[in-house]
């Protein structure tokens, strides 16, 4: 799809994002890159000011930046307040979403007798779906998936290469799973008795509401109990684990490598940096942000920020921080003082 600059304008004002073009409105755009690889014909953005330096040398047919910036040398702006989400809505106008290959029903998937698959689902060749499974409308489901007796599958989900859904499970409509995960599966739950660690059945499952997307490689431990749930817009990166029973709130993002223990509770809007870490048995409040590296072994209090080891308040952790980089110096402060202090205690010895 080509567009006008002025085109793309009027379609970014449809969508809620006031946009005014500065240049030449009848220049066309097919595509969006990065100011670094955009050349003729592409849209780029600029959000962050540190790569405002990018700026001058792009050779991107147009820009979308905020009001107030005033580039460095000529060049076709659209200026919005948000460039960011207006980048993402070109994104979606001019290139669309991924488009699965059309298997219709494989005849070569193996779907047991008393499955219902809804109208106009895609299942790949080599998908392995139980008995007693309710797949909603248009779902696609690539090869090797596998989906346990029971399972409830809402409307538009897709499934990518090697997804297994154990039995029981539920996944609201939109749901979005990446290759290689696994929803399901037992989680760590174990009596010790007579110092040996004896198996609890894990009689629970888990619930993904609407619009939730897993990144790939990821692991969602069944409850022990009633439910794990991962609750409606929350979004996952790659190589998370979820442990049994505990609940993750509407629109969070986590980003790879968090791991997450038994029986927590997690807020609405919380966000979850790189390999962080959560003790089990906690409660993190509606929109709080967990630092990368950081290790939760306490509740979080909404809106509030952590990192660390074990993770404290940012602004505490920047002292920390700042304190330990002082360290070295302080050691050799305190070697002088005590050598200051020694040869005082020599003289004084000597007068006595």
């Known amino acids: 799809m080509t567009l006008t600059l002025r085109e793309l304008a009027d379609f970014l004002a449809s969508v809620g994002m006031v946009c005014t073009v500065e240049g030449d409105e009848a220049a066309t755009v097919a595509s969006v890159a990065t100011l670094e690889d955009a050349g003729e014909g592409q849209i780029s953005f600029l959000s962050n000011p540190k790569y405002e330096k990018d700026l001058i040398a792009t050779k991107a047919t147009a820009v979308l930046v905020r009001p107030e910036l005033q580039p460095k040398r000529k060049m076709n702006l659209l200026r919005t307040a948000d460039p960011y989400a207006a980048v993402t809505a070109c994104i979606v106008r001019l290139h669309g979403y991924r488009r699965h290959p059309q298997w219709g029903v494989s005849p070569r998937a193996h779907i047991a007798d008393g499955a219902q698959i809804g109208a106009d689902s895609n299942i790949a060749p080599g998908v392995h779906i139980e008995a007693d499974v309710e797949i909603g409308e248009r779902a696609t489901l690539y090869p090797g998936v596998y989906v346990a007796r029971g399972c409830r599958i809402g409307r538009e989900v897709t499934l990518f290469p090697n997804v297994v859904i154990y039995e029981n499970c539920v996944l609201g409509d939109r749901v979005t799973i990446h290759a290689g995960t696994v929803i399901g599966e037992d989680g760590l739950g ?95 409040g509606d929109h709080a942000t967990v630092g990368a590296k950081a290790g939760v072994v306490n509740s979080i209090e909404p809106h509030m920020t952590v990192l660390g080891q074990p993770a404290v308040p940012i602004n505490e952790c920047k002292r920390q921080v700042a304190v330990t980089q002082k360290l070295p110096a302080m050691k050799k402060d305190m070697l002088r003082l005590r050598r200051d202090v020694d040869e005082l205690i020599k003289q004084i010895e000597s007068r006595k």
């Open 190 to 284: 174990y009596a010790p008795i007579n110092e040996k660690w004896v198996k609890i059945p894990q009689i629970g499952n888990v619930v993904l509401g609407d619009d939730v997307e897993i990144g790939a490689n990821c692991a969602i431990d069944r409850a022990t109990l009633g439910n794990t749930v991962i609750s409606s817009g929350t979004k996952f990166s790659n190589l998370i684990a979820i442990g049994h029973g505990t609940k993750i709130g509407e629109d969070c993002l986590f980003v790879a490598q968090v791991g997450i223990a038994g029986s927590v509770t997690v807020g609405r809007h919380v966000t979850m940096a790189g390999q962080a870490g959560v003790v089990g048995h906690i409660q993190i």
